[in-house]
């Protein structure tokens, strides 16, 4: 319960500095196209120091063993997400976006504030799981889904900065290797600015958004509640029977931030690479939102199921 209580309160602060994105588009300070260039800072700067500087921690074999589990259940969360789109896209007619809306989760920008609210920034560590494989099938399955093409583009996840964070974040992790205090001082002060720039930059898109269009788009509730509801719950019980809580120390905790990760509402990436293939980007972006706005009731009721 404290846990839930904990989460609602820091989706709370973060709805408010989205409200702070939102007044300064309906006042005019800046437009939304504003919004692009702070979100590119937060994809090529801040988030590669947020993930650079969670692993300039002390090297031991629990926190290896921690973070291999973390990486195994955002896989057996991804692939079971797969799967299910898979076995429900006809039934309920599911156009491109709407699949990848609903099974991709804003795991990194969202998550990450949340868990160094409720657990502490030791823990960022292991949210680097979902990162790692979320990345991954972005520009695999994402991208094929999308484009309705076959093609996976190896270098573009071999070269995304972010990951490029991780794999050098991680080789310094293992060989023990810390950054000069200097740069260090430098990587976590910006590192650190990832919730509230990207909650701002949502709000910025909220605040130039046509509330009307919202009513034109007939299945917005059915994939909101798939990815605030079905696929979560689904993951919980898959997780419970799983027993990979028990696999390792601290596994209950680590899996606690996986399921976060899964819990999260669409992933912001959608909408740009919806742009990218020619998609509907308006629908994934009022999709995104909308997820986004609802997510301050489902995530605390879904933390309070997984300590029940």
Known sequence: MMISLLLGKQIAAMLLMVFMGFAIVRMKLLTVQDSR??????LYIVGPCMMLDAFQLEYSPE???????SVGAAAFALALGIVLNFLIRKPLDLDPVEQ????????????IPIVVYVFGQEWVLYTSGFLIMQTILFWTHCSTVLQKSTRINILRILTNVNMLAVFAGAIMFVLGLRLPEVPAMAVHAVGVMIGPLCM?????????MDF?????YRKLPLIVALRLVFYPLVTLIAFRLSGM??????GETIIMISFFAASAPVASSITQMAHIYGRNA?????????STLLCVFSMPVLAWMFQW
């Open 212 to 216: 009307a269009r919202f009513k034109a």
């Open 63 to 69: 926190r290896v063993h921690g973070l291999m589990l």
């Open 100 to 111: 990848t809306s609903a099974l991709y989760s804003n795991s990194g920008n969202l998550i």
């Open 200 to 208: 701002i930059v949502t709000g910025m898109l909220i605040g130039s």
């Open 245 to 250: 809580s028990g696999w390792v120390e601290n």
């Open 282 to 290: 308006e629908y994934a972006s009022v999709i995104n939102v909308a």
């Open 37 to 42: 260039v702070l979100s590119a800072v937060a």
